[in-house]
């Protein structure tokens, strides 16, 4: 039972419901990875919109996607910044200690990016002519000319670096180089890197290119080590990033609070979506016990500006972050089943109804409804299932929840079967 009170946002009432079984945790601990996505999670904190709210975030940073998931499971963290695909994995089961894990709120969209060394990216423009301006197909192409000539030479295969096998990284990087005609699972080695040490294994040579969350990207290239060859954008525009993961029973017993979180965050994005707010964010984020990286990397990160290489190359990329705008918060159970898709593609999953059920029930629109009520950021409702979102991937496929396992079925290049594939869970 709840009733209805009053709390602030912005210059607006927001109605929020209050738990009256008993006291409910107002203290925090939130995981996080060092990466630009994190940003609402940390400005919430930082800027206060959690006091505002009677809420008090502990931000704890850690390295690896498998830690986070392990400390929310193990009740280290209350709720924790997780890749999107994770709570979806979680309520299939995948994955070491599958923990079930909702995700009310959806940290925004974009700034992921694929690079590649500089040695293999020079190798491709000698091989297949390939232009300084080349889009993220004809990129994948010239990799897949290149691998071929490899395979000739006797060449070991090429290993890239993504940052966990249920991730966004994963399923983007795997989607790209498919799309060019290579198999993931064949023609590249894909392995595990945490997103702070994928530039750094790059320039040691331990891998030959990454998929990653800003703005690890772009240190790489402004190193000279990285070339970036395609942006989250190229590949699906609209894909869901990062989100707020909790535990479903947590979120039971703290219903007042997971909507007054709710609230802050949604305050929050507001505000990191605001150029005018990007200077200040800029230097927030850089600090050092956050993401530690140079403010102007950062800075041009949020105005999507990117340096592709260490010559100069540049290239902006519009709405690189979306933060709020888009309803970019909103937790979409239609792209957990695109989720749900991938992980079928590559074998990590098999297609049944009840699979299907379960990876939509990770998104919880909801309980973001009820903490925004009229003031929530609501996605259009598209006409039919090949507008609104289910659009613009890069091969020009269209995207229909209605009918996943057919969706997948018209894939030239996927697993061969259900066993799982790909790099080893870390």
């Not at 923990?99 to 060394?117: D, E, H, K, Q, V």
């Not at 496929?397 to 996943?404: K, S």
């Amino acid at each position: 039972m709840s009733t209805m009170v009053s709390t602030q946002s912005g210059n607006s009432a927001i109605n929020a419901p209050v738990s009256v079984r008993g006291k409910e945790q107002r203290t925090l601990r939130a995981g996080y990875i060092p990466l630009m996505d994190a940003a609402i999670l940390i400005v919430t904190a930082e800027l206060g919109f959690a006091a505002t709210e009677g809420l008090h975030l502990e931000l704890v940073r850690d390295v690896t996607w498998a830690n986070v998931r392990d400390r929310l499971a193990f009740r280290q963290f209350d709720i924790a910044h997780m890749l999107s695909p994770m709570p979806v994995a979680s309520m299939l089961g995948l994955g070491s200690n599958p923990s079930p894990t909702i995700a009310p709120f959806s940290l925004g969209r974009g700034g992921n990016a694929i690079t590649l060394s500089t040695r293999i990216f020079g190798r491709m423009k000698s091989l297949t002519g390939l232009s300084d301006d080349a889009g993220a197909l004809a990129n994948a192409r010239a990799l897949a000319a290149l691998l071929a000539d490899m395979r000739l030479r006797g060449e070991a295969l090429p290993t890239l670096g993504m940052t966990y096998p249920f991730s966004s990284h994963n399923y983007e990087f795997r989607y790209w180089l498919a799309a060019g005609g290579i198999n993931p699972d064949r023609d590249v080695k894909l392995v595990v890197v945490p997103p702070p040490l994928t530039s750094d294994a790059l320039a040691a040579g331990g891998i030959d290119g990454f998929c990653v969350g800003a703005p690890w990207n772009m240190i790489a290239s402004e190193r000279g080590t990285g070339r970036i060859v395609a942006a989250k954008q190229d590949i699906w525009a609209l894909a869901p990033e990062k989100v707020l993961g909790m535990r479903p029973d947590w979120a039971e017993a703290n219903a007042d609070t997971v909507s007054r979180l709710i609230v802050a965050l949604d305050r929050a994005a507001r505000w990191c979506d605001d150029p005018g707010h990007h200077d200040e964010l800029a230097k927030i984020l850089s600090a050092p016990e956050y993401i530690a990286a140079p403010t102007g990397i950062v800075r041009r990160v949020l105005s999507g500006e990117f340096s592709l290489d260490a010559q100069g190359t540049k290239r902006i990329v519009p709405d690189y972050f979306l933060y709020h705008g888009k309803a970019a918060n909103y937790p979409r159970p239609d792209q957990a089943s695109w989720i749900y898709s991938q992980m079928i593609r590559w074998g990590q999953a098999d297609f049944s109804e009840e699979g299907l059920a379960r990876a939509r029930s990770a998104f919880r629109p909801d309980l973001y409804r009820t903490a925004l009520g009229e003031h929530a950021s609501v996605p259009d409702e598209p006409s039919d299932r090949s507008g609104a979102g289910y659009d613009g991937f890069m091969d020009g496929q269209l995207f229909d929840p209605t009918d996943v396992d057919g969706y997948v079925e018209r894939f030239a290049v996927r697993s061969p079967s259900s066993a799982a594939t790909g790099a080893v869970e870390g």
